[in-house]
T-cell receptor, first 114, second 115 residues
């Protein structure tokens, strides 16, 4: 089955640690995106990538980093510089470089700082 | 950049009644307006979308209307059922500059359908 897979579903991080969230898609989509979701805030864009080896900052990129070495994969690293990392993180992909086509979302990763 | 406002933030309706959620956008160049449904603990799923070259689109109990002049679009759910209970997000994209490649979301509406 085609789809977009995020792992792990739940992640706990100690303060000062970096953690990496995985996002893999087998839809052959060019574009991939990371969103952060907080209660009452909607979805806010962290980073996006339109092609392999290229990515751009979204609205809230500080404290995060990404890579796009393969078309299928777009991992997100939450660094120790992110002051409030506890949130629900969503990865998405779409066919073309623009999002005026359907975006498919993964099931999310809930990150909690302990 | 694009700004999307969504109202109301919460909505409770009796089963069988209609529900309407409204969104406004700021970038007149935006041309694609999807609606997503998110169930608890899951990722959003597209339920309907509309492009700027049409004014209305319907899919069974769900419809979306778009008023480009006023820069607002609405989701209409008729004959609501308990399984319609979820958080609904509107979004806009296709606008000018860097925003043309970004989906900008509203803050969501929590819909509760009371049996």
């Amino acid at each position: 089955d085609g789809g977009i897979t995020q792992s792990p579903k739940y992640l706990f991080r100690k303060e000062g640690q970096n953690v990496t969230l995985s996002c893999e898609q087998n839809l052959n989509h060019d574009a991939m995106y990371w969103y952060r979701q907080d209660p009452g805030q909607g979805l806010r864009l962290i980073y996006y990538s339109q092609i392999v080896n290229d990515f751009q900052k979204g609205d809230i990129a500080e404290g995060y980093s990404v890579s796009r070495e393969k078309k299928e994969s777009f991992p997100l690293t939450v660094t120790s510089a992110q002051k409030n990392p506890t949130a629900f993180y969503l990865c998405a992909s779409s066919i073309l470089g623009g999002m005026n086509t359907e975006a498919f979302f993964g099931q999310g990763t809930r990150l909690t700082v302990v | 950049g694009e700004n999307v406002e969504q109202h109301p933030s919460t909505l409770s309706v009796q089963e069988g009644d209609s529900a309407v959620i409204k969104c406004t956008y700021s970038d007149s160049a935006s041309n694609y307006f999807p609606w997503y449904k998110q169930e608890l603990g899951k990722g959003p799923q597209l339920i309907i979308d509309i492009r700027s070259n049409v004014g209305e689109k319907k899919d069974q109990r769900i419809a979306v209307t778009l008023n480009k002049t006023a820069k607002h679009f609405s989701l209409h759910i008729t004959e609501t059922q308990p399984e319609d209970s979820a958080v609904y997000f509107c979004a806009a994209t296709g606008g000018s500059g860097a925003g043309s490649y970004q989906l900008t979301f509203g803050k969501g509406t929590k819909l509760s359908v009371i049996p």
